[in-house]
């Protein structure tokens, strides 16, 4: 099972970044995908989630109505739209895999560093 992601990038605040996951060896619509990310010093945290069907997300607080995920089971893909990037949204980010029927996230993408300038 491989998740690779990608986009991250640097940008100024109010800035927009579209980080992509794209998934292989794994049925990835037997998947709920969520994206976390980890600032320095400080613990990973969860920053949103989709399920399998693409019906039904989360957002934490400090993203919403700021980041969108979706997913295209087609393409064993998901994404995360970020608009009015702020410099706390400095990270590296990561994709995660959790099998619907299991409650922990099993599988983890290598990161991808987003960084906001103030």
């Known amino acids: 099972v491989q998740l690779q992601a990608s986009g991250g990038g640097l940008v100024q605040t109010g800035g927009s970044l579209r980080l992509s996951c794209a998934a292989s060896g794994l049925t990835f619509s037997s998947y709920a995908m969520g994206w976390f990310r980890q600032a320095p010093g400080k613990e990973r945290e969860l920053v949103c989630t989709?399920?399998?069907?693409?019906?039904?997300?989360y957002y934490t607080n400090s993203v919403k109505g700021r980041f969108t995920i979706s997913r295209d089971n087609a393409k064993n893909t998901v994404y995360l739209q970020m608009n009015s990037l702020k410099p706390e949204d400095t990270a590296v980010y990561y994709c995660a895999a959790r099998n619907i029927r299991f409650a922990n996230y099993e599988y983890w993408g290598q990161g991808t560093q987003v960084t906001v300038s103030s």
């Open positions: 989709i399920s399998w069907t693409g019906g039904n997300t």
